[in-house]
């Protein structure tokens, strides 16, 4: 083999070869993989009402739709995970991607409630799969400055997508139609399918188990749980219905933690979350994650079922918040490595809770250019704010060795604050929802409003103090 020359201060070769465009090659069909994972946790909000009205969706039904995937997409995340180091990244990835596009299908050809809230269930299990095989194939691939150039894409497009996804939703609804959101994935899932294996080698399998029942009582548990909050808004909080699901969902949540401390090979290690750094990590994504993705669920049926907007319009709506969203995370990505993560962390969830505050002044004559959209705006400047501040604390302040098992519990309380968020706020505005009017609608926004000042006043305590520097990813 020709030994090509190194640069002689990265030690890298400063000649492209074939292998670095397939890297960088395999980086795009990455990237283009995962958006559709984090586009399909918002786009289906505009698309609700057109999907009530042709399958006869109740309330309950229209929150599944959006909890069924973020639910099955975080609670096996961890096990994908582990098939990766078991059957290898390559190899996990190509069936995640392959069992996402055929359930994005199944979803888009549903024609009852059944078949839809299955098909969104395929969908997360195959997204499970499909993400963290991605991701490790990134860190793997890339080293030094390219990794963090890398890994700044990847967090770009996890920051951005969620956001564009109401507008792509809407766009597509009134276009072709509702089942787009899930057609528009199968295209690009088969055309990555058939280059990806191209640009990605094979490597081998490291050996490691698989903790099964942790998996399933982890998406049991947490299903429940959502269960019992969701029905919560028909039932009331003390009715059986409710009450029931929840107190058996915390029983299983302390089998879980049994089953983990006995296993040799856990699914989560618990002892990482007696890290500080960690437990305030994942706090501070549930509660972004749950307030950001309420405000789509809530802003979605309140615009086109209380206020006539048409899908199209809705997801313009939300365009400057996709915008801010953005520019939080832009701001807080340049000011952590000078005053810290909890100053920022306080300061988003503190600008978040104002813009909360402002969206409880709906109203059913009002103009939502002057009342819906500042508040969101302002909210999602500050939960940009927050999710940045969630990923440094709980990986730049932790060890190394730790930081992958970090990342995953990190990547899991995203998709719990998602379905656990939309299930609350679709409970207390269960009303609204159903009829139109507007109170339940502000209910809700106070809700989220308190929701938000209180885990400010909590990140006062829970967040370490201190600077440190973010040498990972900026989002632009």
């Given at each position: 083999?020709?030994?090509?020359?190194?640069?002689p201060?990265?030690?890298?070769?400063?000649?492209?070869?074939a292998?670095d465009?397939?890297?960088w090659?395999?980086?795009?069909?990455?990237?283009?993989?995962?958006?559709?994972?984090?586009l399909?946790?918002?786009?289906?909000?505009?698309a609700?009402?057109?999907?009530?009205?042709?399958l006869?969706?109740g309330r309950?039904?229209?929150?599944?739709?959006?909890t069924?995937?973020?639910?099955?997409?975080?609670?096996?995340?961890?096990?994908?995970g582990?098939?990766?180091d078991t059957?290898?990244?390559?190899?996990?990835?190509?069936?995640?991607?392959?069992?996402?596009?055929?359930?994005?299908l199944?979803?888009?050809?549903a024609?009852?409630?059944?078949t839809?809230?299955?098909g969104?269930i395929?969908?997360?299990?195959?997204?499970?799969?499909?993400?963290?095989?991605?991701?490790?194939?990134?860190?793997?691939?890339?080293?030094?400055?390219e990794r963090?150039k890398?890994?700044?894409?990847?967090?770009?497009?996890g920051?951005t997508g969620?956001?564009?996804?109401?507008?792509?939703g809407?766009a597509l609804t009134?276009?072709?139609?509702?089942?787009?959101?899930?057609?528009?994935?199968?295209?690009?899932?088969?055309?990555?399918?058939a280059?990806?294996?191209?640009?990605?080698?094979?490597?081998?399998?490291?050996?490691?188990r698989?903790?099964?029942?942790?998996?399933?009582?982890a998406?049991?548990?947490?299903?429940?749980?959502?269960?019992?909050?969701v029905?919560a808004?028909d039932?009331?909080?003390?009715?059986?219905?409710t009450?029931?699901?929840l107190?058996?969902?915390?029983?299983l949540y302390?089998v879980f933690?049994?089953?983990?401390?006995?296993?040799?090979?856990?699914l989560?290690?618990?002892?990482?979350?007696?890290?500080?750094?960690?437990?305030?990590?994942?706090?501070l994504?549930?509660?972004g994650t749950?307030?950001?993705?309420?405000?789509?669920?809530?802003?979605?049926?309140?615009?086109?079922h209380?206020?006539?907007?048409?899908?199209?319009?809705?997801?313009?709506?939300?365009?400057?918040?996709a915008v801010a969203?953005?520019?939080?995370a832009?701001?807080?990505?340049r000011?952590?490595?000078?005053?810290?993560?909890?100053?920022?962390?306080?300061?988003?969830?503190?600008v978040a809770?104002?813009?909360a505050a402002?969206l409880?002044?709906?109203?059913?004559?009002?103009s939502p250019?002057?009342t819906l959209?500042?508040g969101?705006v302002?909210?999602?400047?500050g939960?940009?704010?927050?999710?940045?501040?969630?990923t440094?604390?709980a990986?730049?302040?932790?060890d190394?060795?730790?930081a992958?098992?970090?990342?995953?519990?990190?990547?899991t309380?995203h998709?719990?604050?998602?379905?656990i968020?939309?299930?609350v706020v679709?409970t207390v505005?269960?009303?609204?929802i159903?009829?139109g009017?507007i109170?339940?609608?502000?209910?809700a926004?106070?809700?989220?409003?308190?929701?938000?000042a209180?885990a400010?006043?909590?990140?006062?305590?829970?967040v370490?103090?201190?600077?440190?520097r973010?040498?990972?990813?900026?989002?632009?």
């Amino acid at each position: 083999m020709t030994q090509q020359a190194l640069d002689p201060e990265s030690g890298a070769d400063p000649r492209p070869s074939a292998v670095d465009q397939r890297r960088w090659i395999a980086l795009a069909l990455l990237c283009l993989a995962q958006f559709m994972l984090v586009l399909d946790v918002t786009v289906v909000n505009v698309a609700l009402p057109d999907m009530a009205v042709d399958l006869r969706l109740g309330r309950e039904t229209l929150t599944w739709v959006v909890t069924a995937y973020t639910l099955c997409f975080g609670g096996l995340m961890l096990l994908g995970g582990r098939l990766a180091d078991t059957l290898g990244a390559r190899r996990t990835l190509l069936a995640g991607l392959a069992v996402f596009t055929l359930a994005s299908l199944a979803t888009g050809l549903a024609d009852n409630a059944e078949t839809l809230i299955g098909g969104r269930i395929a969908q997360g299990m195959g997204a499970a799969l499909l993400s963290p095989s991605a991701l490790a194939i990134v860190t793997t691939s890339f080293n030094g400055a390219e990794r963090n150039k890398a890994l700044g894409i990847w967090a770009a497009i996890g920051g951005t997508g969620s956001a564009v996804g109401v507008l792509i939703g809407g766009a597509l609804t009134a276009g072709p139609g509702w089942e787009w959101v899930f057609y528009i994935n199968v295209p690009v899932g088969i055309a990555a399918l058939a280059l990806l294996p191209a640009v990605i080698p094979a490597r081998p399998p490291r050996q490691a188990r698989l903790d099964l029942p942790g998996a399933l009582l982890a998406t049991a548990a947490t299903a429940l749980l959502i269960y019992g909050l969701v029905k919560a808004g028909d039932s009331g909080w003390g009715g059986a219905t409710t009450l029931l699901p929840l107190a058996a969902a915390a029983v299983l949540y302390g089998v879980f933690a049994m089953v983990e401390r006995a296993s040799r090979a856990p699914l989560m290690d618990l002892r990482m979350f007696t890290r500080r750094p960690v437990l305030a990590g994942a706090f501070l994504m549930l509660v972004g994650t749950a307030l950001l993705i309420a405000f789509f669920f809530l802003g979605s049926v309140y615009l086109q079922h209380a206020r006539g907007f048409s899908a199209l319009k809705t997801g313009l709506m939300f365009l400057p918040t996709a915008v801010a969203t953005g520019l939080g995370a832009h701001v807080a990505s340049r000011l952590t490595g000078r005053i810290g993560s909890r100053p920022i962390a306080v300061t988003g969830l503190a600008v978040a809770a104002v813009g909360a505050a402002l969206l409880t002044r709906l109203s059913a004559t009002g103009s939502p250019y002057t009342t819906l959209l500042p508040g969101f705006v302002i909210t999602a400047v500050g939960i940009g704010a927050v999710f940045v501040t969630a990923t440094t604390t709980a990986l730049v302040l932790v060890d190394d060795q730790d930081a992958g098992l970090a990342s995953a519990v990190i990547n899991t309380f995203h998709e719990a604050g998602g379905s656990i968020g939309v299930a609350v706020v679709s409970t207390v505005a269960a009303t609204s929802i159903e009829d139109g009017a507007i109170d339940g609608f502000t209910d809700a926004f106070i809700l989220c409003a308190i929701t938000a000042a209180v885990a400010a006043v909590v990140a006062t305590v829970l967040v370490p103090r201190g600077k440190h520097r973010w040498t990972g990813p900026h989002i632009h």
